[in-house]
């Protein structure tokens, strides 16, 4: 629980967010993020729907099992 105070903390100061947003790695970061955003948005255009919607089913397939397993696990743990 103190962690959690700590991170409210910094979250909250607004100054130390800022100098943060302004630094190199986070700014750098931010560009890298947008860069692949737009990237991705063109190269999606060009890809086969059947192919797109077999990806889809994959990943909503795989977030289940994902939540199915930690459901499991919570279960395990409250044992």
């Known amino acids: 629980m103190p962690l959690r105070a700590l991170f409210k903390y ?9 100098r ?6 986070v700014r750098r970061a931010a560009q890298l ?3 692949v955003f737009y990237r991705g948005k063109e190269k999606l255009s060009e890809v086969d729907p059947q192919k797109m919607n ?9 977030s289940e099992n994902m939540k199915e397993g930690i459901q499991d696990a919570k279960k395990q743990i409250k044992k």
Do not use: G
């Open 10 to 18: 910094l979250a909250n100061n607004e100054r130390l967010v800022q």
């Open 20 to 25: 943060i947003a302004e630094s190199y790695p």
């Open 33 to 35: 993020a947008v860069a």
């Open 54 to 62: 077999r990806f889809l089913s994959f990943l909503r397939k795989f």
